[in-house]
């Protein structure tokens, strides 16, 4: 299984809601990651989990908490979204933070704020 | 610091034509280059990557890239491309000192016509 795997596909939410989304990955691999992608431009890399613990975070605003309850699934919580926030989320995963290996990345969830 | 450069952002070229989209990065330590695709609405797939040994790396759709380390470049290249081919191209690359994090550059938009 080499699949990368995020629900939901596509999300509408106001400014006050709570939503969540998640990723999930069964190839073993211990590092996963979150990008927020806009149109036209490359994913920005916005929070890396190595062996379930938080090593990077790219100064991303607090209405975004990251959390990875076990090594095979990566969730994101909202709150509080501002329109600007509305972009393609993508979560990625590879064998490890320590080498240089591929990125698997999911579909991706659409996100959009009102 | 390290950076990537694609040159061109759009590539408009005909249906069974050749293509070469063009990436150039800058490290002061050994790299690791990847070419990813994204179609329309849908997450990035792995289309090639150079992490050592030989310098000319192939896809199974037909694309090659070749790592020159003199020029510093690792163009993307089809012989023959296809309408399906149309989609964003992004060039990354990763190093010791980025933590192995994936520095994407800004995207080629190929667009294939009949």
């Known amino acids: 299984d080499t699949e990368v795997t995020q629900t939901p596909k596509h999300l509408v939410m106001g400014m006050t809601n709570k939503k969540s989304l998640k990723c999930e990955q069964h190839?073993?691999?211990?590092?996963m990651y979150w990008y927020k992608q806009k149109a036209k431009k490359p994913p920005e890399l916005m929070f890396v989990?190595?062996?379930?613990?938080?090593?990077i975070n790219e100064s991303v605003p607090s209405r975004f908490s990251p959390e990875c309850p076990n090594s095979s699934l990566l969730n994101l919580h909202l709150h509080a979204l501002q329109p600007e926030d509305s972009a393609l989320y993508l979560c990625a995963s590879s064998q490890a933070r320590t080498s240089p290996t591929e990125q698997f990345f999911g579909p991706g969830t659409r996100l959009t704020v009102l | 610091a390290q950076s990537v450069t694609q040159l061109d952002s759009q590539v408009p070229v005909f249906e069974e034509a050749p293509v070469e989209l063009r990436c150039n990065y800058s490290?002061?330590?050994?790299?690791?280059l990847f070419w990813y695709v994204q179609y329309p609405n849908q997450g990035l797939q792995l289309l090639l990557k150079?992490?050592?040994?030989?310098?000319l790396v192939e896809s199974i759709n037909g694309f090659e890239a070749e790592f020159n380390k003199s020029q510093t470049s690792f163009h993307l290249r089809k012989p023959s491309v296809h309408i399906s081919d149309t989609a964003e191209y992004f060039c990354a690359v990763s190093d010791l000192n980025s933590g192995y994090a994936l520095n994407f550059g800004k995207g080629t938009s190929l667009l294939v016509t009949p």
């Open positions: 190839m073993g691999h211990r590092a």
């Open positions: 490290s002061s330590v050994s790299v690791y």
């Open positions: 989990y190595s062996y379930e613990k938080l090593s």
């Open positions: 150079y992490l050592s040994g030989s310098t």
